[in-house]
């Protein structure tokens, strides 16, 4: 199911929010920089928080389950102009509204529709600025009954 999730959530903001440039699931991506960054921005890690499994009828696994998207930009700094605006500095707001935005609701056999929960603004960083948004949604593996046997098959 989190496959599925990742692939769904993947596909959508690669409809709505065409300029992200790379998708990941997130391993510590901030860590290494000095050794050169290895994606383009904007990026969007997706980060699957612990899960908790309890089970309903029959003992199919259901849960609710939070992840974070971590959502990768570069820093662009408020040069003064005339106004002291410098709107360009801004786009990574705008950015993050359209990928929650994209997000909201979004549903699929086995997950129930993206909440989003919490928002995380990074303030402090570097050439590389980690914006988290976190949503939530229920997740329920199918019974046997409702899937065919080629989905059942686990490739390896």
Same mark, same amino acid.
């Given at each position: 199911?989190?496959?599925?999730?990742?692939?769904?959530?993947?596909?959508?903001?690669?409809?709505?929010?065409?300029?992200?440039?790379?998708?990941?699931?997130?391993?510590?991506?901030?860590?290494?920089?000095?050794?050169?960054?290895?994606?383009?921005?904007?990026?969007?890690?997706?980060?699957?928080?612990?899960?908790?499994?309890?089970?309903?009828?029959?003992?199919?696994?259901?849960?609710?389950?939070?992840?974070? %998207?971590?959502?990768?930009? $570069?820093?662009?700094?408020?040069?003064?102009?005339? &106004? *002291?605006?410098?709107?360009? +500095? !801004? /786009?990574? %707001?705008?950015?993050?509204? $359209?990928?929650?935005?994209?997000?909201?609701?979004? &549903? *699929?056999?086995?997950?129930? +529709? !993206? /909440?989003?929960?919490?928002?995380?603004?990074?303030?402090?960083?570097?050439?590389?600025?980690?914006?988290?948004?976190?949503?939530?949604?229920?997740?329920?593996?199918?019974?046997?009954?409702?899937?065919?046997?080629?989905?059942?098959?686990?490739?390896?």
């Amino acid at each position: 199911m989190r496959r599925m999730l990742y692939e769904r959530i993947c596909a959508k903001l690669k409809t709505k929010v065409p300029e992200v440039k790379y998708y990941d699931l997130w391993n510590e991506n901030m860590e290494n920089l000095d050794q050169g960054v290895i994606f383009d921005t904007p990026a969007v890690f997706i980060e699957f928080d612990p899960i908790s499994f309890s089970s309903q009828a029959r003992g199919l696994p259901r849960c609710p389950i939070t992840l974070t %998207l971590h959502v990768i930009t $570069r820093y662009t700094p408020q040069r003064p102009t005339r &106004s *002291g605006y410098a709107p360009e +500095a !801004l /786009q990574h %707001l705008e950015l993050l509204e $359209r990928i929650e935005m994209a997000l909201i609701g979004l &549903s *699929g056999e086995g997950f129930s +529709a !993206l /909440q989003l929960v919490s928002a995380e603004l990074d303030h402090n960083h570097a050439a590389l600025q980690n914006h988290l948004e976190r949503f939530t949604c229920s997740i329920c593996y199918p019974s046997e009954s409702s899937i065919s046997t080629r989905e059942m098959q686990i490739k390896p």
